[in-house]
């Protein structure tokens, strides 16, 4: 498989260097990127190098997976618009951690193919590195002049926050993660969003100056959305890969929701469907948008690499049971407790002491403290807009009390906010 006409029908190719895909096409090819240890789970704005290593490996490369332990105590400047909050050594070990356990379910790490993925940690070359050291050996041979001419340092430098030396010192060291894996791994080549092409390109610079050898690289344009909002964003955050941060349902609702015109880019993208059916699907769709045929593709093929088939099926049937017609709510009405948390996996689940029924709070206050919404100003304003809904019942006085008549099944209510998003109220 051609790699790179392989990305490019995808519209996964913005950066190359020159050189990149005949290197590719010439022998098996160890390339890496760096995954950015803040927080202890990646989220769907880490998917496109999840799928670049991922289609890398099945090309017949060695893909290398670098979490920045030493890094993620810097933090990446590139087109930030303030200097990011440090983390400690223990934050930094976890994280680490829980997203090697997560890259382990995409990339094959058996060590008898002989492209098996591997994890590595600039921490563990950087630790014994002095400072006197690095900018004697390394930084001499990049100017500051260079370095100042890299647009993400020069957004910075024209912002009112500035840059201090520690982000500016950023784009040398992921340069010499570029080298170490060079001369030790033999990574020819590096991969990354297009906000990184110049962290890339002084890499490949720092091979050439200081190794004497030729690297390469290409990157992959930024995702956004139809209106030029950042993608991976909802209304309650990022969306995680770790189920216990975004449920399957609510994984599966957020691919579900695409706009037709990013989900004719994400089908590309995030799945692995073959160019002939992409267009067959995105063909079908064009026929008739109101059936969401890509969508409901894209939310399968997508929930299921990320979570597997069974909870694939657990979030199409909570999609089915609160949305379909035939069944909705009326449907919930019915079921025991035990029917309705499964058939609801992946709700949003409120749980609250079962002495708030005896007050018969109104229920402006009672979305509030079940954590539903963060005031009772935002609640009453739904609530006034015919926006919020009790067991398929709409909301229509914000004085309304909760009784235990609204109970489901005697212990449960469903709240609907909006068209999509559903709680779940346990009284425990």
Known sequence: MNLISELRWRGMIQDIKPGTEEQLQKEMTTAYIGFDPTADSLHVGNLVPIMLLVHLQRAGHKPLALVGGATGMVGDPSFKAEERKMLDEATLLHNQQSIKAQLERFLDFDQAKPNYAEMVNNYDWFKGISFLSFIRDVGKHITVNYMMAKDSVKKRLEGDSGMSFTEFSYQMIQGYDFYHLYNTMNCKMQMGGSDQWGNIVTGTELVRRIGGGEAYAFTCPLIKKKDGTKFGKSESGNIWLDPAKT??????????????????????????????????????????????????????????????????????????????????????????????????????????????????????????????????????????????????QKITAVDQKITEESLLNGKNILFQKGKKNYYLVRFI
């Open 247 to 392: 449920t399957p349902y609510q994984f599966y609702q957020f691919w579900l929701n695409a706009d037709d015109e990013d989900a004719e880019s994400y089908i590309r993208i995030f799945t692995f469907i073959d160019e002939p059916a992409v267009n067959s699907l995105i063909a079908e769709h064009r026929q008739d948008q109101s059936k969401r045929v890509l969508q409901k593709r894209l939310a399968q093929e997508v929930t299921t690499f990320i979570h597997g088939e069974a909870e694939y099926e657990a979030a199409l049937k909570t999609t089915e049971s609160l949305f379909s017609k035939n069944a909705g709510v009326d449907v919930l009405k019915t079921m025991s407790e035990e029917q309705l948390l499964q058939t609801l996996t992946g709700v949003d689940v409120k749980e609250v002491p079962a002495a708030a029924l005896t007050e018969q709070k109104d229920v402006v206050t009672f979305l509030a403290e079940a954590g539903i919404f963060p005031s009772k100003g935002e609640a009453r304003k739904l609530i006034q807009g015919g926006g919020m809904s009790m067991n398929g």
